[in-house]
């Protein structure tokens, strides 16, 4: 009967240690769920921040875009009037220099 109980009591024990083995890790595991929560929740509020900052982005390449746009127009525009005056002032020049 002694070795019967012995053997029982060893099996508890055993059955004892291997259960806190699992606990210990159940919370190690707990902590790194935790800590990749706290993470996530750190990087949600990040990409919420820079949401703004991304939506007015486009806003001012867009805008920009547009100026661009309108330079280059003007830009051409003024060199074709430019290019007009001078074609102009040549054919007055040759007008007089070739009028006796």
């Not at 190690?28 to 509020?45: F, P, T």
């Not at 990409?47 to 127009?73: M, Y």
Request: net charge negative; hydrophobic share 40%; glycine share 6%.
């Amino acid at each position: 009967m002694k070795n019967l109980t012995r053997l029982i009591e060893a099996q508890d024990q055993r059955s004892s240690e291997s259960r806190r083995r699992v606990y210990d890790r159940l919370d190690e595991l707990g902590n790194v769920v935790d800590n990749i929560e706290d993470r996530l929740k750190d990087s949600e509020q990040v990409i919420k921040d820079i949401e703004p900052l991304a939506r007015d982005f486009g806003s001012i390449r867009d805008k920009s875009k547009t100026v661009l746009a309108i330079i280059i127009a003007g830009w051409t525009l003024l060199g074709g009037f430019l290019m007009w005056i001078g074609n102009s002032f040549l054919e007055w020049l040759i007008q007089r220099l070739s009028s006796p």
